[in-house]
């Protein structure tokens, strides 16, 4: 049961990290974007190259990560996404969809598809704490993601940058009117987000063999964690991701681990369905 | 002098010319060798690309090696000609819809002779109506799924033994070393769970006790919870036959959990050279299941010794064969003597000629049953031993001792 605990809450600050741009883009921009999954696995090659070339801890990587993801998002953004922002939904989803799929095989071209993996000195090095087992490993990815989300949580509220986004994302049309470079405030934003993500993506090299096509189910939990959150706000993506690693861990002692996995779309189901605004209520940045 | 160089460039072309076309009058009436015909097409829809990725490769590779060997010696002797094997390999992405519309697209666009399946079980059973549907021979190297063969295909073969008898030499090895407890974990996956059904039940039948009997979705990226129920269960062999990606998980974990049974077997997984490089020392001790070894007796007419097989497969490829490459190699070369023996390319002659084979090859003996299903082939359970994976049971053939417990982390 401790056991349990400690992975759920480990792993759910992970998939918090994940869930975490894509919730930033959707609040600000009202974008559902696809290419998420993309940026981290990105950020997962890059780390795991790094890796390999250097010998460089994917941990020391995470601020590497943080530029180029921030250059991608940003770019991704002003590129394509604003062209498509005030089309219907589904044109942005499908826009989204395709840069997917280009950085997919972007990925396969570069990369190639055989399994890379980082395995780190420490990799068996942890401390046993009331009858569990507390990876070191895991501790340093739970740490970092949790360092992530605070970051940009200050970032939005404390910088000049995120007043603006927090500003853009409340009432576009006036801060047009007020001279905002509103296209600049979603680039950033977007770059804000795919920054996480690319970092988040050097913490999931470090637990899972790498794979060019292992970006959708790494965005499908990033949409079950947002969905239980609600759009557009980060304290509660936090919570939600470890709600979520609990899910799966508690499901998976107790139920049985071939439903552990079905048991993080259920509860994603019933909140959809019961509380469509997530379990913490429909609160956005501005607010 | 520019004049000169000229004449002396043409009159050497003209030489030259000569001596060919003298050689290539005399050469059939010297050698005897058979006029050499139109290639024979072979297709195939292989995971180049996505999950089955790793996986796919291998057979890919044996595929080609086959091809290459054939095609070094002339081609496939039929009706007096030589005629060399040109594989029509296409892409699916590891989506088993794609490869379902490339076979067709092979059969029926590309025209080609007959099929070699994809890796796995899962993909075989995808693509075998196709080639049922379409009356083409197919041959797979990798599908062990049990129930793929109860479906009364008639013109599809494989060269690997049943997959719920897969495990199941670990049983009597695990016995012969006093142990009693087994746990069986694997994923939610055709071969994987028959294979777990297996041993399970094997081990069962044989009187020990599974302690652990646990299935999870393929691609986890969490296996905390499966961790803790086998440490809990406390078994002194674990049987996991999953694949690489999944074993480098579990592996992985464990090592973060600083756990580790006494015995831990995946299934073809450890002797992947993907799974090998991957893991790196943390594959020391480690059991796995493979149908072959270069160190075995076996011997055929095309690649020679089992060992001849090895060197020339490395000294190509750059690595090792497994016995997924040889098993690849081996449909082909399966292909091949139903065609010698038929003396045609018609589907049904060449299927009378596949069920009436009894010999040894590379890969051991090879005779199909009425079902297309391999019996000859044996089993053998192997451990890394010193970062190379040495055949431990059954004893007749054993190189070595099994090793046990497994060094825990700490004690590397």
């Given amino acids: 049961m401790s056991q349990a605990i400690v992975n759920g809450i480990l792993t759910g600050g992970l998939y918090a990290a994940f869930g975490i741009g894509l919730s930033l883009i959707y609040g600000v921009t009202r974008v559902i974007s696809a290419v998420h999954g993309a940026f981290i696995v990105i950020g997962a090659y ?41 089309r219907r939904v589904v044109m942005t989803i499908t826009l989204t969809f395709g840069l997917d799929l280009i950085a997919v095989t972007g990925i396969l071209l570069v990369f190639g598809a055989d399994l890379r993996t980082i395995s780190v000195p420490y990799a068996s090095v ?6 569990a087992r507390i990876p070191l490993v895991r501790l340093g990815i739970f740490a970092v993601a949790v360092i992530l989300a605070l970051g940009l949580e200050l970032i939005l509220r404390r910088t000049q940058i995120g007043t603006t986004i927090r500003a853009v994302s409340q009432n576009r049309t006036a801060a047009e009117l007020l001279g905002i470079d509103t296209g600049h405030a979603f680039g950033m934003a977007h770059g804000l987000a795919a920054a996480v993500a690319c970092g988040a993506g050097a913490l999931l090299a470090l637990i899972q063999p790498l794979q060019p096509f292992m970006g959708l189910s790494v965005l499908l939990i990033a949409f079950a964690v947002v969905v239980l959150a609600g759009f557009g706000s980060i304290a509660p993506v936090l919570i939600s991701g470890m709600i979520l690693g609990l899910t799966e861990n508690l499901a998976g002692l107790y139920i049985g681990t071939e439903y552990q996995r079905l048991a993080i779309f259920v509860a994603y189901l019933a909140v959809a369905s019961i509380l ?7 609160r956005f940045y501005a607010h | 002098m520019r004049d000169a160089r000229r004449h002396g460039v043409s009159g050497i072309a003209t030489a030259a010319l000569v001596g060919v076309l003298a050689a290539a009058v005399s050469l059939p009436a010297v050698a005897q060798s058979p006029a050499v015909g139109d290639p024979i097409r072979i297709g195939a829809s292989l995971a180049l690309t996505g999950d089955a990725a790793p996986d796919s490769k291998l057979v890919r590779d044996g595929y080609d090696f086959w091809a290459e060997t054939v095609n070094a010696g002339g081609g496939i002797v039929v009706d007096g000609v030589a005629r060399p094997i040109e594989l029509v390999i296409r892409d699916d992405g590891s989506d088993r819809d794609q490869a379902a519309r490339l076979v067709e697209n092979l059969i029926a666009e590309e025209d080609v002779d007959f099929l070699l399946a994809p890796w796995g079980s899962g993909n075989t059973n995808a693509v075998a109506p196709i080639a049922e549907r379409y009356q083409k021979l197919m041959v797979a190297p990798l599908a062990a799924s049990d129930e793929i063969w109860e479906q009364g295909y008639r013109y599809l073969f494989g060269v690997l033994p049943i997959g719920s008898t897969n495990m199941r030499p670990l049983v009597p090895m695990v016995q012969d070393l006093g142990l009693t407890r087994v746990g069986v974990v694997t994923t939610d996956d055709l071969f994987p769970l028959l294979a777990a059904e297996g041993v399970s039940q094997q081990a069962k039948d044989a009187g020990l006790e599974v302690v652990v009997d646990e299935i999870y979705p393929p691609g986890t990226i969490d296996v905390g919870s499966l961790i803790t129920r086998i440490q809990e269960a406390a078994p002194e062999a674990l049987a996991a036959p999953v694949d690489v990606a999944d074993a480098l998980v579990l592996l992985r974990q464990m090592k973060e959990r600083d756990y580790l049974p006494p015995i831990l077997a995946f299934s073809g997984a450890t002797l992947v050279p993907d799974f090998l490089s991957n893991a790196g020392a943390d594959a020391e001790g480690l059991f796995g299941i493979t149908y072959w070894s270069p160190a075995l007796p076996y011997a055929d007419a095309l690649f020679g010794s089992a060992a001849d097989y090895a060197a020339a497969f490395e000294a190509r490829f750059g690595y090792a064969p497994t016995h997924d490459n040889v098993a690849a190699s081996i449909s082909g070369y399966a292909l091949q003597r139903g ?15 596949m069920l009436s084979l009894d010999e040894t090859t590379v890969f051991g003996q090879m005779a199909f049953d009425e079902r297309g299903v391999n019996t000859g082939v044996t089993t053998y359970v192997v451990q890394i031993q010193d970062g190379t994976p040495v055949i431990v049971s059954p004893a007749d053939a054993a190189a070595a001792a099994p090793l046990w417990p497994i060094p825990g982390w700490s004690e590397r």
């Fill in chain 1, 126 to 131: 942890g401390f046993d704490v009331l009858g």
């Fill in chain 1, 276 to 282: 469509p605004a997530g379990l913490f209520g429909r």
């Fill in chain 1, 46 to 86: 890059l780390a795991q190259s790094a890796w390999m070339a250097f010998g460089l801890d994917p941990f020391l990587m995470v601020p590497v990560l943080l530029v180029i993801g921030f250059g991608l998002g940003y770019g991704v953004q002003r590129l394509f996404i604003d062209k498509v922002m005030r």
């Fill in chain 2, 339 to 353: 065609i010698e023996t038929a003396g045609s390319l018609d589907t049904t002659a060449v299927r009378d000629g």
